[in-house]
């Protein structure tokens, strides 16, 4: 381009310097345009890079990746985010709708959000010494240390508590039954046993029934096991209240 203007001024008469310096505006001029338009491109770059950046951290910080299970009578779910942050809380029954309805959980630690649920006011009447507080855990593959801090944070409530680790594959089936997945995890222990039980029949019970169930099927097995349940529902409730009555 720069050639073609010199060229074209090597055929036009006039005062040489007034020439060169018309020449030399014109490339100069050619030369901010050319800026201007990398400037415009780089800038539009660089507000798609951030708008990419801004979404896919969005959907980090909203997208669950682990899960709790809170159940006793009331049924309560926390979904989580990558950084163990609350993404929601969501009641599985009307007992558990009270008890949200007095806590903001959204965007608390995970452990934080645990222990203020059962520590609510609320939720503290459900906790007689027969009730059984049960801690259900799902994460992803990639997730690692959810399961670790609620084990610990097990150790530290004010009730006794049950700690348990499902997969996470079963969440999206609990959902369907309108149960928590906690509660659904007790469920398909017990189905073990007695086929005939329904996920209907278990979203009424709270989950002491459900698990007191399934230790007397356990108890009552006589074969040689290959059809009891996996070890880590264990018969907590049932084993609390035989040694009660056994020190009476």
């Given amino acids: 381009m720069a050639n073609d203007i010199r060229d074209a001024f090597d055929h036009i008469k006039a005062d040489e310097h007034l020439i060169e310096s018309t020449k030399q505006f014109i490339t100069e ?15 539009a770059a660089c507000a798609a890079l951030l708008l990419a950046i801004g979404i896919t951290g969005y959907s980090w910080t909203k997208t669950p990746v682990s899960y709790i299970s809170i159940d006793v009578n009331p049924s309560i779910e926390l979904s989580l985010n990558r950084f163990g942050r609350v993404v929601s809380a969501t009641a599985f029954n009307a007992e558990g709708r009270k008890i949200l309805e007095t806590l903001s959980l959204k965007g608390k630690r995970d452990t934080t959000a645990v222990h203020e649920i059962i520590e609510n006011e609320t939720m503290q009447t459900f906790l007689s010494d027969e009730a059984e507080l049960v801690l259900t855990v799902a ?8 399961n670790r801090r609620m084990k610990a944070c097990s150790n ?15 969440v999206e089936d609990a959902h369907s039954y309108g149960l928590s997945f906690g509660k659904y995890y007790a469920y398909l222990q ?4 007695d086929s005939g039980v329904t996920p209907e029949d278990c979203k009424h019970m709270d989950i002491s029934t459900i698990h007191e169930l399934t230790c007397e099927h356990e108890q009552n097995e006589t074969t040689d096991g290959e059809n009891a349940p996996s070890k880590e529902t264990r018969c907590h409730h049932h084993d609390k209240k035989h040694n009660q009555s056994h020190k009476q």
Avoid at 159 to 168: G, L, V, Y
């Fill in 156 to 170: 530290h409530l004010s009730h006794e508590c049950q700690h348990i680790r499902a997969d996470i594959e079963i």
């Fill in 190 to 193: 017990l189905s073990q046993y």
């Fill in 29 to 43: 001029n050619n030369q901010k345009k050319k800026r201007t338009r990398f400037q415009k491109t780089f800038a």
């Fill in 139 to 146: 994460e992803e593959k990639t997730q690692r240390g959810l």
